[in-house]
């Protein structure tokens, strides 16, 4: 009994100390979230109505925007995650006992915006690569340098998310590398498989769980940041975070709700996605984590 | 000669320091070969260098009369068990049973049949869908043995598999292992520190300290004439002394005081720490200053008690010399 009071106390006790955070976590972002998705039901008077989806779904330019905005988001979770799996899978063992590992950390120290313009510094046409292969005499003329920013297919953002992301995803990955018992790659390689079964059977279940997340994490986040697209981004089409601020601020105040709908409806899109991959991958997480070892 | 198994001059240094030395042995088809010997004498890595994990630095290894020397452990027919069952956990007992013979190409149909008469043999066919984490330690290193049975290898290293086990299971693992590796004509290496379990799982037994091996020979040799006293600390059962050995059967404990005046004794101090029963009989825990035995009394004996230590001059077994020792060895 003594017990079962003192761990109700403990929890009110938790609950009180908590309640300040939650106090503002719950006004500020909650009370933001709902009046977003509540003048995404408005209209600028104030009237109930579903317009502003109607709109959108009869809207070329948002399909474009949408198309643009999942495309630059899974290129670059994917090509981000595969580059920082091949990373943390060679260089774990030499990251172990050495502080060189913050070398790879640092581009998660720079500003997305900063990184951002270093794209642009280094691979627009008139930037320092397009220079030095000029200078070298591998160019006629600097415009013959590919445009690999502010063009359609978004190659300049993908660039600048993937040198982003990298460390990021090592960040993810590398207490993973660290938790695999590699007696397993043993067993793998004494039953007849090669290093590809061992990355097959042993290093990937136990990643994915971990690959899953962050890719939740890195879509989400990148369909519907606003910096790097707005600098790197052409007129049209373009990303949807940029889309919906032209619509909020441009001087026609009717446009609001579409800008509130337009930003709604990735974000519904990334809360399916994450509740369906993590609910798929719980199970497989407790059957690695209970299977372990003995 | 049916030699499987050779292993001439085998040598492995990490960092220049030796963890094996000049290691030779053989042996033969069918066989059951126990290594005893203490933690960190190189078991472990003895193993792992036959199996392909580790490259040896000096010697040969002959499979079937074949060098594999330069064979990656997927391209030797050695399975290596662990000490942990390492099943992997997000495949059920069925799919790890028929892991190799997948890896080896067998049709679907074929490798899940084998695998299943495998699992029958280890009564386990029942769980053969269930996942490693639904079952206990023992299952699960049935399991992991029935994985490296199904495969038929030429060699089966097994690296102290029962030591995360209790002792009660440990002990009744013991005979029911080596009865389906004799029953499916295995030839096995395996390796401990209990030397009980030495005993009882090897045809022959090898002593190895400090990275070689010190004496082959059948267990109930090698337990009972020691050949040095390295050995018989480490498998004898009985009192290692600096001039010999003397079998156990042949050592009694007295208290101090009622020392035997007969002058063709050896007598060897000690005290009694604990007080045990072995066999329903009462025994004593007594150390001296060579290591400690676990001895009966004709009388009763206290812990914390002086005592002496007392066998026949006659019963003492000398240690080969050095050459003989290596001529024997080898």
């Known amino acids: 009994m003594n017990g079962q009071s003192g761990f109700l106390n403990n929890k009110k006790r938790v609950i009180t100390h908590l309640l300040p955070a939650l106090a503002v976590t719950m006004l500020l972002v909650g009370y933001g979230l709902w009046s977003a998705i509540a003048q995404s039901f408005q209209t600028i008077e104030g009237e109930w109505t579903f317009a502003s989806y109607v709109q959108l779904f009869n809207s070329h330019t948002f399909f474009h925007s949408l198309k643009l905005t999942f495309r630059v988001a899974i290129l670059s979770t994917l090509l981000a995650l595969m580059i920082g799996l091949i990373m943390t899978r060679m260089l774990y063992q030499f990251f172990k006992n050495s502080s060189s590992k913050i070398l790879v950390w640092i581009p998660i120290l720079i500003p997305h915006f900063v990184a951002g313009y270093l794209v642009y510094l280094f691979f627009s046409q008139s930037g320092l690569f397009s220079s030095l292969f000029y200078q070298l005499g591998l160019l006629d003329q600097r415009s013959d340098f590919p445009i690999l920013v502010q063009e359609e297919f978004g190659i300049g953002m993908i660039l600048t998310y993937v040198w982003k992301e990298v460390p990021f995803v090592i960040l993810m990955l590398l207490p993973v590398y660290y938790e695999i018992d590699h007696r397993y790659g043993e067993v793998v390689r004494t039953l007849g498989g090669n290093k590809w079964d061992a990355f097959k059977t042993v290093e990937f279940p136990w990643l994915l769980p971990v690959i899953v997340e962050t890719s939740v994490i890195l879509v989400a986040f990148i369909a519907s940041a606003f910096e790097i697209p707005y600098l790197l981004g052409v007129t049209r089409p373009e990303m949807l975070p940029v889309r919906a601020y032209e619509w909020f601020y441009d001087g026609d105040w009717s446009k609001r709700p579409l800008a509130f709908s337009a930003m709604i409806l990735p974000g519904v899109l990334a809360l399916l996605l994450a509740m369906l991959c993590i609910g798929a991958v719980q199970q497989h997480r407790l059957r690695m984590v209970k299977g372990r070892g003995r | ?330």
């Open chain 2, 1 to 330: 000669m049916n030699q499987l198994l050779q292993c001439k001059n085998m040598s492995k240094y990490y960092s220049k320091i030796p963890i094996l030395q000049n290691i030779s042995f053989h042996m033969r088809s069918g066989e059951h070969f126990t290594i005893v010997g203490p933690s960190g004498c190189g078991k472990t890595t003895l193993l792992r260098c036959l199996a392909g994990l580790e490259a040896i630095s000096e010697g040969e290894i002959c499979l079937k009369q074949k060098s594999i020397v330069n064979l990656k452990p997927e391209e030797r027919s050695v399975v290596l068990m662990f000490q942990d069952s390492l099943l992997f956990p997000h495949l059920t007992v069925i799919e790890n049973v028929t892991y190799g013979l997948k890896r080896r190409k067998w049709k679907k149909k074929e490798r899940v049949r084998k695998a299943e008469q495998m699992l029958e043999k280890v009564k386990l066919l029942q769980l053969k869908n269930a996942f490693p984490h639904e079952l206990s330690g023992g299952q699960k290193q049935r399991v992991s043995l029935a994985r490296a049975l199904v495969l038929k290898p030429d060699l089966l290293l097994l690296d102290e598999p029962f030591s995360s086990l209790d002792a009660a299971l440990r002990e009744s693992l013991r005979g029911e292992v080596k009865e389906l590796l004799t029953e499916e004509n295995i030839t096995s290496l395996f390796i401990t520190h209990d030397r009980d379990e030495a005993i009882e799982m090897g045809d022959r037994l090898a002593v190895m300290n400090n990275g070689t091996f010190i004496q082959i020979g059948e267990p109930y040799e090698v337990v009972t004439n020691p050949s040095s006293i390295e050995s018989a600390k480490i498998i004898g059962e009985g009192l290692a002394l600096e001039e010999g050995f003397i079998p156990l059967h042949k050592v009694t404990a007295v208290p101090m005081e009622q020392k035997p005046s007969e002058k063709d004794y050896v007598f060897v101090q000690g005290k009694v720490k604990a007080v045990t029963v072995k066999n329903n009989i009462p025994c004593y825990r007594v150390t001296f200053d060579q290591g400690s035995i676990l001895v009966a009394a004709d009388r009763k004996l206290e812990a914390g008690q002086n005592v002496l230590l007392f066998a026949k001059r006659e019963d003492m077994k000398k240690y080969k010399k050095q050459d003989e020792q290596w001529r024997r060895v080898q």
